[in-house]
């Protein structure tokens, strides 16, 4: 196996009650890549993620994980009961003690260091998914898995999430495996796509993955036209909310 290979999927399969969730997949992942797992709903991916995390097992075929990789896991959805009396601060180490300094760095680092404080019930959609993305990166990982990471965050703050991402990958060299479904963002901020619909329908660049008769039977000539006319020009940033933030110019 090559020393930077961090995670291999041989020939996977699952079932369960007798209906085939996924079938003969694979796939592997490389130190400092990003793979992004799309599809439509009930493709399967999501099983793939748990089944690459060890929480199923798979019905044939089998899980290479390079022997002690650390994994930082942000998951889809989180319910937090509103009464309860829970700040970033703690939520961040429940489970995963940390001192407050390498909190602040986790938080700063996403860009979320003024939440520290406040109750997880009173931050924004695109402030919990940062202080998610800050969670798993205290386990400083050599792999993020992220499913569905920009959940619950508008254009413009998936437009920052998926950039943060990227820079996270350059910076730290971790290996990223993520699923999502907003298509003409991820395939922008993506290395290597696979296409699952139960099976693997097509996997490669995204540039090659749009022309594969895979893709195009699932997502239409609609999905291939929508990426093709995507393009995010822009002179300014976003802030946690998608508001537009003013660039200082340098002369003054």
Not at 83 to 99: D, E, M, Q, W
């Amino acid at each position: 196996m090559p020393a930077d290979v961090l995670l291999t999927v041989e020939r996977v399969s699952f079932a369960t009650h007798g209906n085939a969730i996924l079938e003969d997949v694979s796939l592997q992942l490389a130190a400092g890549e990003i793979i992004a797992l799309i599809g439509p709903n009930g493709a399967g991916k999501s099983t793939l993620i748990r089944i690459v995390l060890g929480l199923l097992r798979p019905s044939r075929g089998r899980v290479w994980l390079k022997p002690g990789l650390r994994v930082g896991y942000m998951p889809q959805r989180l319910a937090i009961d509103g009464t309860l009396p829970l700040t970033v601060r703690r939520f961040i180490t429940l489970g995963a003690p940390a001192s407050h300094q390498r909190v602040q760095a986790a938080l700063a680092e996403v860009g979320a260091a003024h939440v520290l404080d406040t109750p997880v019930q009173a931050i924004s959609g695109g402030e919990l998914q940062r202080v998610l993305l800050a969670r798993a990166l205290l386990r400083e990982p050599d792999l993020l898995v992220l499913d569905e990471p920009s959940q619950g965050v508008d254009l413009n703050g998936q437009y920052e999430l998926y950039e943060l991402i990227g820079r996270l990958r350059q910076q730290r060299g971790c290996g990223i495996l993520m699923v999502s479904h907003e298509l003409q963002l991820v395939m922008a901020a993506t290395d290597h796509v696979v296409c699952l619909n139960r099976h693997v329908c097509c996997s490669g660049h995204p540039d090659h993955v749009v022309r594969d008769p895979g893709y195009l039977a699932l997502f239409g000539l609609d999905g291939v036209r929508n990426l093709a006319i995507y393009h995010h020009h822009h002179n300014h940033r976003h802030d946690l909310h998608g508001a537009v933030v003013k660039e200082t110019d340098e002369h003054g």
